[in-house]
C-alpha cells in the first residue's frame, strides 16, 4: 500500500507535469481559434448561413475527435522512442523495425528526413501566423491601427528571438499558467454566446458534417483546407513525449485543452448565427467591448508562448538531425545547468528568425498565411502516419490486418485533408514546400557526402592493429601523457597519428583510439557508454555510444575507463584530431553542384572540439585534403 505523503508527492508531480503541458504541448493549437475558423470563411467562397455554420462546426468537432483524440492522444503516444517521442523518434523507431528489409529502411529514411524538412517550414509560419492573428486584433478595437499591425507583430517577434540565448528556464514558468488562462477565457468567450444559442451544440451529431458534404461536395473540400488549422500543433502531443509523458499530457487535452477548445468553436458558430456580418473577425467579436483590449495582449502572451515552444522545438530536432548524421555541426549551448534540455543553437535561431520576417512581410496578414500553412501541416501528419504503420506492424508484430484498420481510417483523412491544401500551393503554399525542399537538399547532400567521405578514407585506410605492431618495432620516443586520437572508422589509423609521428616523430606514454557512434536511441545510458579494446604497448581502442538525445562529452566518458583499468589525468591528456579538406572532383560520387555545397558546408560545419566538449587548450588539429 501506497505511503499518503507518497501518493501526495505523486500528484502534485502530476499536476506540474499537466500544467507545464499546457504551455509547451499545447499553446500552438490552442491559438488556432484566433484563425480557423475566420479562414473558413474567408475570401466569400463560402456563406454565413446556419445549414453551413452547423456543418463546418461538426467537421471541426470530428476533425479534433479523430485526429487528435483518437489518432495522436490515444494512439501515437504509445508509439514511444525509449520514453520519447516527435517524428525524430518515430523515424528511429521505424527504420529499426525494418533493419532487415534494407530497400524499405531507405525508403522510410527518405521519407522521414522529408518530413523533418518541412518541419523546419512549419518552424517559420507558426511563429508568423499567430503573432499576426493575435496582433490583427487592433484593426477590429480600432480599424485605424490597421498599418501598424505588420510592425508591432516584427517588434514582438524580435524580442522573442533577441531573448533566446538567454534561456526560457525563468519565463516556462509562466508558460502553463498563462496558457491555462488563456483556456479558460476560451472556454468563458465561448459560454457568453452558447447559453444564448445552446442550438448550436447539436452540431457534435456527424449527420450534420455529412449533410453539409453531401450539399457542397466543391466548397466541402476547400473548407477542409482551413479546417485543418484547427489541429495546428497535433504533432506537439508527440513531439513532447519525452518531457512530460503520456498521462499529462492526456490529462490536459480532455481536461482542460479539448473543452475549451470545442466551447470557443461553437461559441463562435452561435455569435455568428446571430451576427453573420461578424465573420471577418469572430473570435475578437466574440468579446465585449470592455475586454477587446486585455483580451489582445492575452492573445499576443498565447502566440509568444506557443512561438517559443515551438523555436525550442527547432533546436532540438536540430540537435537530433545533427547526431543522426543529416546535418553538419552545430554550435550548441546549454542556457540551463538543471535542464540539459534546455539548448540555444544560434545559426537555427538566427535562420529562423529571418525566414520568420520573409513571411510576415511577404504575405502581410494571418489569412495570406494560412494558405501556406495547411500545406506543412499535413505533409508531417501523413508521414506521421505512414510511420506509425511500420512501427506498429514490424516493432508491436500486430497481425496485418489490424494494421491497416488502426492505421487506414486516419491515413483516409490526411489524404483529404492534404488534398484540400494541394490546392493552395500557389496562393502561398509553395512557401513552406520550398523550405522543406532546401532543407531535405541540405540534408540528403550531407548524409550522402559523409558516405562519400567515409569511402574515401576508407580506400586509403591503414589498419590500425599491423600498424602498431609494426611501430613497436623500432618504437619512437615515448612522452609522458595521454593522447586521444578521435577517429571517425574504428580500427584504422586516424591521420592525425600519421602526421605526428612523421613531423614529431614521438608517441605518448598511453594513447587512446577514439571512435563516437551515435545512434537512433534517444539515450544511452553511462552502463553501455563505452567499449575498450587493448591494442598492447599501453594503447587501447575506444568507442563511445551516445543516444541521438544525449550530449556527446569525451572527456566525461574517458572517465569511465578507470574500471577498465585506463586512468587519465586531465592535464596531461591531449586530443589529436584529423580535419580533412574536402576537395570536389568531377565524374565521381554526387553531382559538382552537391559535391561544392558538400564542401562548403564541411567547410562552415562547427568545430568538432566544440561539438564533443574537448577542453580547447588541449586539443591539436591536423588537416588533409580529400577528393570526393
Known amino acids: 500500500m501506497a505511503h499518503p505523503s507518497s501518493s501526495a508527492t505523486d500528484g502534485s508531480r502530476l499536476a506540474a507535469l499537466t500544467l507545464g503541458a499546457l504551455g509547451v504541448v499545447y499553446g500552438d493549437i490552442g491559438t488556432s481559434p484566433l484563425y480557423a475558423l475566420k479562414e473558413v470563411f474567408a475570401h466569400g467562397n463560402l456563406a454565413v448561413t446556419p445549414e453551413n455554420i452547423f456543418g463546418i462546426l461538426s467537421l471541426v468537432f ?31 523507431l521505424a527504420s529499426m523495425a525494418v533493419e532487415d528489409r534494407p530497400r524499405l529502411r531507405r525508403r522510410l529514411l527518405a521519407i522521414g528526413i522529408f518530413g523533418t524538412a518541412i518541419f523546419f517550414g512549419d518552424g517559420i509560419i507558426t511563429p508568423a501566423i499567430s503573432v499576426l492573428s493575435a496582433v490583427e486584433g487592433l484593426e477590429v478595437a480600432a480599424p485605424g491601427l490597421e498599418p501598424f499591425v505588420v510592425p508591432v507583430t516584427l517588434v514582438v517577434l524580435t524580442a522573442l528571438f533577441a531573448v533566446q540565448k538567454r534561456g526560457t528556464a525563468s519565463v516556462g514558468k509562466l508558460f502553463g499558467p498563462i496558457t491555462a488562462v488563456w483556456f479558460v477565457v476560451l472556454a468563458l468567450l465561448g459560454l457568453m454566446h452558447l447559453v444564448r444559442n445552446p442550438a448550436v451544440l447539436q452540431a457534435v451529431l456527424p449527420h450534420h458534417a455529412l449533410r453539409f458534404i453531401l450539399d457542397n461536395p466543391g466548397l466541402a473540400f476547400v473548407s477542409l483546407g482551413a479546417i485543418v488549422l484547427c489541429v495546428t500543433g497535433a504533432e506537439a502531443l508527440y513531439a513532447d513525449l519525452g518531457h512530460f509523458g503520456k498521462r499529462p499530457i492526456r490529462l490536459a487535452w480532455f481536461g482542460l485543452v479539448m473543452p475549451a477548445l470545442l466551447l470557443n468553436y461553437f461559441g463562435q458558430g452561435a455569435m455568428l448565427l ?43 530536432v536540430t540537435k537530433q538531425v545533427v547526431q543522426l548524421g543529416y546535418l553538419p555541426r552545430q554550435r550548441i549551448l546549454h542556457t540551463s545547468v538543471r535542464d540539459t534540455g534546455q539548448i540555444y543553437v544560434p545559426f537555427v535561431n538566427w535562420a529562423l528568425y529571418g525566414g520568420i520576417v520573409a513571411a510576415v512581410l511577404l504575405f502581410g496578414s494571418s489569412s495570406a498565411l494560412a494558405s501556406a500553412y495547411g500545406i506543412a501541416v499535413t505533409i508531417d501528419m501523413l508521414i506521421t502516419t505512414v510511420m506509425t504503420f511500420f512501427v506498429i506492424r514490424y516493432a508491436w508484430r500486430y497481425p496485418w490486418l489490424l494494421c491497416v484498420a488502426a492505421t487506414g481510417t486516419f491515413l483516409v483523412v490526411d489524404v483529404l485533408f492534404f488534398s484540400a491544401n494541394a490546392v493552395k500551393v500557389i496562393n502561398g503554399g509553395w512557401f513552406p514546400l520550398a523550405i522543406g525542399i532546401v532543407m531535405f537538399t541540405l540534408m540528403t547532400t550531407w548524409q550522402r557526402g559523409r558516405q562519400l567521405l567515409a569511402e574515401r578514407l576508407r580506400e586509403e585506410a591503414i589498419d590500425l592493429k599491423p600498424f602498431l605492431d609494426s611501430v613497436f618495432l623500432s618504437p619512437p620516443a615515448r612522452v609522458p601523457g595521454t593522447a586521444v586520437f578521435l577517429n571517425a572508422e574504428t580500427g584504422v589509423t586516424p591521420n592525425a597519428l600519421l602526421h605526428n609521428l612523421k613531423h614529431n616523430k614521438v608517441l605518448h606514454e598511453t594513447n587512446l583510439f577514439v571512435s563516437v557512434r551515435h545512434h537512433e536511441v534517444p539515450w544511452i545510458g553511462f552502463d553501455k557508454r563505452v567499449e575498450v579494446e587493448p591494442l598492447g604497448h599501453d594503447c587501447w581502442r575506444v568507442v563511445l555510444h551516445f543516444g541521438f538525445k544525449n550530449d556527446p562529452d569525451v572527456p566525461e566518458a574517458l572517465q569511465l575507463l578507470r574500471s577498465h583499468g585506463v586512468q587519465l589525468n586531465d592535464m596531461e591528456t591531449s586530443y589529436f584530431l584529423s580535419r580533412e579538406i574536402v576537395l570536389p572532383r568531377r565524374g565521381a560520387g554526387m553531382m559538382t553542384w552537391r559535391e561544392k555545397l558538400f564542401a562548403s558546408m564541411h567547410r562552415n560545419a562547427a568545430s568538432v572540439a566544440d561539438f564533443l566538449n574537448l577542453p580547447a587548450n588541449r586539443v591539436v588539429e591536423l588537416g588533409a585534403k580529400i577528393e570526393i
Open 62 to 92: 470530428w476533425t479534433l475527435t479523430i485526429i487528435v483524440s483518437l489518432k495522436y492522444v490515444t494512439l501515437i503516444l504509445r508509439a514511444d522512442n525509449n520514453g520519447e517521442g516527435g517524428l525524430v523518434a518515430m523515424l528511429a
Open 274 to 316: 446571430q451576427h453573420p456580418e461578424n465573420v471577418s473577425n469572430p473570435f475578437y467579436e466574440m468579446a465585449p467591448s470592455w475586454a477587446l483590449v486585455p483580451l489582445i495582449g492575452l492573445a499576443t502572451c498565447a502566440t509568444v508562448i506557443a512561438s517559443q515552444a515551438l523555436i525550442s522545438a527547432a533546436y532540438s
